[in-house]
């Protein structure tokens, strides 16, 4: 009966406590504000770590690519198709000395 009528608002006890009351609440607001704030940093961590997974699976696709395009076979085709004059040595790179 006392809580729902209001007069322990009034009591020494309660107005005693009042500072100490205030600060648990601002540490309860601050305590739910950060676990929002983590909250969001996780799932922008998640959402890097798939862009970062992307990126790599990307990277390993052009690499591939590049080494396909790169392969002695692939370059006569592409200078034969172009009709460049270049011809593949018969013998093996030799360094003249002095």
Do not use: W
């Amino acid at each position: 009966m006392h809580v729902i009528s209001g007069t322990f608002l009034t009591d020494d006890l309660f107005l005693k406590n009042l500072p100490f009351i205030g600060v648990v609440v601002l540490l309860l607001f601050l305590h739910i504000s950060h676990r929002y704030v983590c909250i969001e940093k996780v799932s922008k961590i998640e959402k890097l770590q798939k862009e970062l997974k992307s990126a790599k699976y990307e990277a390993l696709v052009i690499s591939s690519d590049l080494t396909n395009i790169s392969r002695q076979t692939q370059v006569q085709q592409l200078v034969d198709g172009y009709k460049l004059d270049l011809k593949q040595l018969k013998e093996p790179v030799y360094k003249i000395e002095e």
